[in-house]
């Protein structure tokens, strides 16, 4: 069974940490992201999720969103699934989307990537 407790590293060399897993599947932690839209170094940003609880065998969904503190103005909500494959790694597979703040309802078309 995978466990989201941990670090995590991406293929963007990105790295999250979840720090607290609680019994109700509810988690938290921190995000740092190598790929920034400001172009500028990125710190550390807040994650909270959830993860669903898997039945007999199987493998936990789950979504977080990321508040990107400090250095952009953007948001982004990931959904995903952990898996263990017959070595025991686990691995996440996420999608995601980011909506940036733009200045009118009319700039609302090129706010979600």
Not at 32 to 57: D, I, K
Request: charged share 20%; net charge neutral.
């Amino acid at each position: 069974q995978c466990q989201l407790r941990g670090l995590w590293r991406n293929e963007q060399d990105s790295l999250m940490e979840i720090s607290a897993l609680r019994d109700d599947g509810s988690f938290q932690g921190k995000y740092l992201t190598r790929v920034t839209l400001a172009g500028v170094c990125a710190r550390a940003s807040p994650l909270m999720g959830a993860q669903q609880q898997p039945h007999e065998g199987g493998w936990p969904t789950f979504a977080f969103t990321v508040r990107w503190d400090k250095f952009s103005n953007a948001t982004t909500a990931f959904a995903g699934q952990c898996f263990v494959d017959t070595g025991g790694k686990e691995t996440l597979t996420t999608m995601w989307l980011l909506r940036e703040a733009v200045g009118s309802l009319e700039e609302d078309w090129k706010a979600t990537r």
